[in-house]
């Protein structure tokens, strides 16, 4: 397993060993106790996989509040896309700002987000499917989405915004500085 930090402290790229053979390869995708020798001991509850059959679908920006809050481990089942974590807490000294890793089904990287960020995805090729566990179950009263093309935000999804597939609860998300943030960091 190599562990990489991105410009996000706590946001991390997890490479799992992929094993070839003749037939083709294994990785263990996920190993409580691999994780837990890097310091990682997020209690996992929910695993979620969702498909999104054209390339440009756009997914977030999304956050449960607590106690509902959510820390996520992605990574890219089939085909490819660009997954966003966003700094959505108060008094961070990086509030508001995002990292995008590419993850697709040959790398088999994955992104570990902590809780206190939003989370969002573009798919690069259709028929791409995501797969990610989740550190609290999802509740749909604590559920938050905040504006994927936000330019306070100034995300680079690498697509024509006008090609973007939305959902309508999506499309309609509120912007950064019209919602309060749950979340607040030591360093407040
Ligand atoms: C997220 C979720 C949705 N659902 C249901 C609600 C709805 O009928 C249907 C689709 O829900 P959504 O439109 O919210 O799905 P989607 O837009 O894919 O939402 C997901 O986006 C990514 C970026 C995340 O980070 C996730 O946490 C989640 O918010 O699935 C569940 O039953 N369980 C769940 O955990």
Not at 84 to 111: M, N
Not at 142 to 169: E, N
Request: a negative charge.
């Amino acid at each position: 397993m190599q562990i990489e930090q991105t410009a996000l402290d706590g946001v991390l790229i997890l490479t799992p060993r992929r094993h070839g053979d003749a037939r083709g390869w294994f990785a263990e995708s996920w190993n409580r106790a691999t994780l837990a020798e890097h310091g990682i001991t997020t209690d996992w509850v929910q695993d979620n996989h969702s498909f999104s059959a054209r390339a440009g679908t756009v997914r977030g920006l999304h956050y449960q509040s607590p106690p509902a809050a959510q820390a996520k481990l992605v990574r890219c089942a089939r085909g490819a896309l660009t997954d966003v974590a966003v700094d959505f807490r108060s008094g961070s000294a990086t509030f508001g700002r995002w990292v995008a890793v590419d993850l697709t089904e040959e790398d088999g990287r994955q992104l570990l987000i902590p809780q206190g960020f939003l989370h969002g995805f573009v798919t690069r090729k259709d028929a791409t499917e995501i797969a990610y566990k989740c550190s609290a179950p999802y509740s749909p009263r604590h559920d938050g989405a905040v504006r994927w093309d936000d330019p306070a935000i100034g995300i680079d999804w690498r697509i024509d915004p006008a090609d973007a597939i939305l959902s309508a609860k999506d499309a309609a998300a509120p912007l950064l500085n019209e919602v309060e943030s749950p979340f607040v960091t030591a360093d407040a």
